[in-house]
């Protein structure tokens, strides 16, 4: 299979991200622009008043709390070149979202011809992945604020990731997260992963609460779509598409920063004043 030659279901060629200086595409660069200061939500059209009963907010992980994807990135060029695997990095924008397991699956089936385990891929990738994440692992702009200021407004809050538990231990440790959350559903609770609704369907169970009552801040189209198959509310932050590409895949609301997302309803508050 040529990647460069690889379509999307809808038989449009999948969106390419390359790296500079060399030109080898990948996914961790961003394929658009960022947005102009006045142009920092896109909406849909819809009732407002029928988001005003917001019991708990559910947050992805991965590109909404912190800036992983880069180092996914990191650690899966050095696998793929330690195991001469030519990765089709014109179809990874559909993997954003997925757990890895389901990732790795479709490169050995595809792109290895048989030479490679799934878990011996997994387990290489993992070990680099989680000593880049140690060390190197940024929050995006305005998301450990927008957490606490949340905290203070909501019943509850939710954590909803297709990362595994030790992950999420790691970034929860480092930020001093773990007090603000009430519920939190990672890789090893789910069988099936996002764009399936099981993730938020599992969120929802536990949180014990109705699906039009919670609000979600997805950063992925798989994400996007698995918290609207669940039934719940999503507003989209495009820290890894477009806000047209969320919109188009359900979001209700697309910000580009955090700092657009208080202003946006339900919320319409005050960002607080950080000192």
């Known amino acids: ?25 990948h996914r961790c660069q961003k394929a658009h622009s960022p947005q ?42 050095t696998i793929f070149r330690q195991y001469g695997v030519e990765a089709p990095w014109s179809e990874w924008d559909s993997f954003t979202g997925l757990t890895d397991r389901v990732i790795f699956t479709y490169i050995v ?16 990738k993992y070990k680099i992945f989680l000593a880049l994440l140690a060390d190197q692992v940024q929050p995006i702009p305005g998301a450990i604020d927008f957490i606490r200021w949340t905290r203070d407004r909501y ?22 997260l773990q007090a603000y959350f009430d519920v939190i559903i990672t890789e090893e ?9 099981e993730p938020y369907l599992k969120t929802l169970d536990a ?33 890894s598409f477009p806000e047209e590409d969320l919109l188009k895949a359900g979001a209700e609301n697309a910000v580009a920063t955090f700092a657009a997302l208080y202003h946006q309803h339900p919320f319409n508050g005050t960002p607080p004043i950080t000192v």
């Open 1 to 25: 299979m040529n990647s460069s030659q690889s379509l999307s279901k809808n038989g449009k060629p999948l969106r390419v991200c390359r790296e500079q200086p060399d030109q080898q595409p």
């Open 36 to 77: 102009p200061p006045e142009r920092l939500c896109a909406t849909r059209e819809r009732n407002d008043t029928d988001m005003d009963k917001i019991d708990a907010v559910i947050f992805d992980m991965d590109g909404v709390i912190v800036d992983s994807e880069p180092l996914h990135c990191q650690a899966e060029q």
């Open 109 to 124: 089936e595809n792109f290895t011809d048989g030479r490679y385990s799934v878990d011996e891929l997994l387990q290489a």
């Open 155 to 176: 019943a509850k809050l939710a954590l909803t990731t297709s990362s595994t538990r030790e992950v999420q231990q790691i970034i929860f440790e480092r930020f001093g």
């Open 189 to 197: 609770r789910i069988q099936h992963s996002k764009p399936h609704p």
């Open 207 to 239: 949180l014990q609460l109705p699906a039009d009552t919670c609000l979600v801040i997805e950063d992925s189209l798989n994400g996007i779509r698995s918290a609207k198959e669940a039934g719940c509310r999503v507003i989209g932050l495009a820290t």
